[in-house]
């Protein structure tokens, strides 16, 4: 086991330790996560070490990105176990502000977002977008790190935030990784602890059904039409379905011609637990 990360609580602190990194030559990724860390995570980390000399990881559950209906109260929090796994991968630096630190009496900034952010996730979560690019591009000023680590299993999510740093000319690097996915397929995340048994044995009917929909897409199928089986096959399954949808791979605008690529992109909730996932088509 290596060793257990610095854990700093401030902007201040946050800063002097990446001031330290810059000064001695390092390369800094950061990883932003909410905790509650798993695998996909651990592999973020792994990535971003390969590809920087130092790593930081963030950790937290940004209040701005949940409805009040939604799940923040009990979303899982694991500070000591996300530690331990933290300092088996020799991550750097964990950053663990508060609420307060992260928005000040009288912060009054958010960002207005279209393109990528469009549809799907904004259709059910309109907030959501809103909240992850508030507290992303805080996080990417804060760090003024290099590389910053994303997972494909929250793809719309990617694109908005590397569309954003893009048209902001925010000087960092939107690094992302395939989904990590349990042995049956079913995609890594921290609210996959909210099933119970039974439902996760049904969970991965999900991805199943987008690789049937991916394949069939592949062999000639019109991609309106394999998403309407997939939907109706997860659906059949038991799940309330949100949506499944096709969409280009790159814009996540609805496809308009052949040879473009795709991106199936799916969520449904399965009793109280709102699963998303994704596949190339």
Do not use: C
């Not at 001695?24 to 909410?34: C, F, Y």
């Not at 905790?35 to 990881?57: C, D, M, T, W």
């Amino acid at each position: 086991m290596g060793q257990t990360p610095k854990v700093v609580e401030t902007v201040a602190a946050l800063r002097e330790e990446t001031a330290r990194y810059r000064a001695e030559g390092s390369k800094l990724a950061i990883v932003p996560t909410m905790g509650a860390l798993h695998e996909g995570h651990i592999a973020l980390v792994k990535q971003a070490k390969a590809l920087a000399r130092r790593v930081v990881v963030s950790i937290f559950v940004n209040p701005t990105q949940f409805a009040p209906n939604e799940d923040f109260s009990r979303y899982p929090r694991t500070l000591e176990r996300d530690l331990a796994l933290l300092s088996e991968v020799d991550a750097d630096l964990v950053y663990l502000p508060s609420a307060a630190e992260m928005y000040p009496e009288g912060f009054a900034t958010r960002i207005a977002l279209s393109g990528p952010a469009e549809g799907l996730e904004s259709d059910f979560r309109p907030h959501f977008f809103s909240g992850v690019a508030i507290v992303v591009a805080k996080l990417f000023l804060q760090s003024e790190a290099d590389f910053a680590l994303f997972g494909e299993k929250d793809y719309q999510q990617l694109k908005v935030v590397t569309r954003m740093a893009r048209d902001l000319d925010l000087k960092i690097e939107v690094v992302p990784l395939p989904t990590v996915r349990e042995p049956d397929g079913l995609a890594l995340s921290s609210r996959n602890r909210y099933l119970t048994p039974e439902e996760r044995a049904v969970a991965p009917v999900i991805s199943r059904a987008l690789n049937a929909a991916a394949a069939a897409i592949r062999a000639g199928t019109q991609p309106q039409a394999a998403v309407e089986e997939a939907r109706q096959t997860i659906a059949a399954a038991g799940l309330n379905v949100d949506y499944v949808e096709a969409r280009h791979a790159e814009t996540l605008a609805p496809p308009e011609g052949l040879g473009e690529p795709i991106r199936l992109l799916a969520a449904a909730w399965l009793g109280k637990t709102r699963l998303i996932d994704n596949m190339p088509a």
